[in-house]
């Protein structure tokens, strides 16, 4: 079976979102095709049909090559949980933390574990598109690599550079990783894609070969900048820190960002709604007085996070809010936050101890080892819905006798404070499909769209693996997997 690796010259030069096109633009061809990322770094997760947890790029991927995602397509998962510690996920679960101390050394032991998950898509599929993590230029990060180089030498698979033409010094970005990189890891290495390319192509015609001239590799592309893809979720909670213009007829929702947000693209349907203005609130900046929702998001340390509100006098805005007669939703870490207390008596998040919520539901959350993961259906305000839970804690008190949702089996979720004013849940993705986006866009006095977000990303991929197909060699990246490339 075949296989062709993404690599870039840093974060979010469009990896992902590129992997995610060919993948769609393959199975369009009628090739059987399967993404993977050996490992990744987000607090954006989804749950997978085997019940674990990979990166959510990593389940756009599959959902452009029209497969379910599995575990497999993301076998070492690092969720950032402190600033010099992160939540350690193989194969879909919980093994522990990895540390500034022994980072190096710990993924190093876990390259046999990446390769299982490899050969195993390898035997299901025509051909495996595979994405690499931050940049091969990172060559104090080269030993014990397994998300670039270290990955594609031991899995012999053929790399192609990623270039972001938009943040400016393409040439030297390109060029430059041809330098600084190891000559074993360089013959890795069989061309460039010019990526997020605005203007006049013919402009960069000099510049294109130059690259070709310089490094030694071919040119496969030039993309263009795709309006298209800010429909996709992203993974990359840079995308949090681009504020769009004001648009002060719309009905404003808030949304502070916090320090460790996790699963922001929850969000992703509302931001698509005309008439409503998400605003998401960096530190530094208060709350609106003028909002007329504000969301408290998931959070991969719900208590490090809090502490951080409080910091910032969000918890004064969310009070002063409440009191106005405001609404406050609260979505997984959000959702405890709004309780009277949480504790942590095993240090799951860090030291152990136990903290004063924001006080706004009468619920009380414990911080235990169990990890829920689960895909989740029912009735939330009314609706239907389709989401998944993804969380570490057990919350219990009064208000959840007033639970925001039902789930299959009868089972409660969340909570709804008795003046209905302020809720909270479990689940993700509640906002994907449309009548419960309807039903809370009601609350505050929305007309919504009624569109099908599912469906808008359906036909964002499409139209991204068209653009693909234009402005990409596919033909000849294909080549390259089969050791034909002339």
């Given at each position: 079976m075949a296989g062709l690796m993404l690599q870039g010259t840093g974060s979010d030069v469009g990896k992902s979102v590129l992997v995610a096109g060919l993948c769609r633009a393959l199975s369009n061809r009628g090739l059987r095709v399967l993404p993977f990322k050996p490992q990744n770094m987000s607090n954006n997760a989804a749950v997978t049909i085997d019940g674990g947890e990979i990166g959510r790029a990593q389940a756009l991927q599959a959902l452009a090559a029209r497969v379910e995602p599995h575990t497999d397509m993301n076998p070492v998962l690092l969720k950032p949980q402190a600033d010099h510690t992160s939540q350690l996920i193989v194969h879909g679960q919980v093994r522990g933390t990895l540390g500034a101390a022994n980072f190096r050394e710990g993924r190093r032991?876990?390259?046999?574990?990446?390769?299982?998950?490899?050969?195993?898509?390898?035997?299901?599929?025509?051909?495996?598109?595979?994405?690499?993590?931050?940049?091969?230029?990172?060559?104090?990060?080269r030993a014990g690599d397994i998300a670039n180089m270290g990955f594609a030498r031991a899995a012999d698979v053929p790399v192609v550079l990623v270039g972001d033409i938009d943040r400016g010094g393409v040439i030297a970005s390109l060029v430059g990783t041809r330098t600084v990189i190891d000559s074993t890891d360089a013959a890795m290495v069989h061309g460039f894609i010019v990526n997020k390319f605005r203007g006049d192509p013919a402009l960069f015609e000099d510049?294109?070969?130059?690259?070709e001239q310089l490094s030694g590799w071919r040119g496969f592309g030039l993309v263009p900048w795709l309006p298209c893809i800010a429909t996709l979720p992203s993974e990359d909670a840079v995308i949090l820190e681009r504020r769009p213009q004001r648009a002060t007829s719309r009905k404003l929702i808030a949304c502070p960002m916090l320090p460790r947000i996790a699963n922001f693209d929850d969000l992703d349907p509302l931001r698509q709604e005309p008439d409503v203005e998400l605003a998401m609130i960096p530190p530094g900046s208060v709350i609106p007085a003028e909002a007329d929702l504000i969301i408290l998001p998931g959070t991969k340390a719900t208590i490090a996070?809090?502490?951080?509100?409080?910091?910032?006098?969000?918890?004064?805005d969310i009070l002063a809010h409440h009191r106005r007669g405001g609404m406050i939703l609260g979505l997984c870490g959000g959702y405890q936050m709004l309780g009277r207390t949480i504790a942590d008596p095993l240090g799951i998040e860090g030291p152990a101890g136990k903290i004063n919520g924001l006080g706004l539901l009468n619920v009380t959350t414990e911080l235990t080892p169990r990890k829920a993961l689960l895909r989740v259906s029912g009735q939330a305000l009314g609706a239907a819905f389709a989401g998944f839970e993804m969380h570490m804690g057990e919350t219990s008190g009064p208000d959840t006798a007033r639970p925001f949702a039902m789930l299959e089996g009868q089972r409660r979720d969340g909570a709804i404070s008795a003046d209905g004013r302020v809720m909270g849940t479990y689940c993700h993705g509640l906002f994907e499909r449309p009548d419960l986006r309807k039903a809370l866009l009601t609350r505050i006095g929305v007309q919504s769209s009624g569109q099908d977000h599912g469906a808008l990303v359906d036909a964002a991929l499409n139209d991204l693996a068209s653009a693909l197909e234009q402005h990409l060699d596919i033909d000849g990246l294909l080549a390259l997997t089969q050791g034909t490339l002339r």
């Open positions: 032991t876990l390259l046999p574990e990446v390769l299982e998950s490899w050969q195993r898509l390898q035997s299901r599929c025509d051909i495996v598109m595979v994405e690499g993590a931050g940049s091969p230029a990172e060559i104090n990060l510049g294109y070969g130059a690259i996070d809090l502490a951080f509100v409080r910091q910032q006098g969000w918890d004064i």
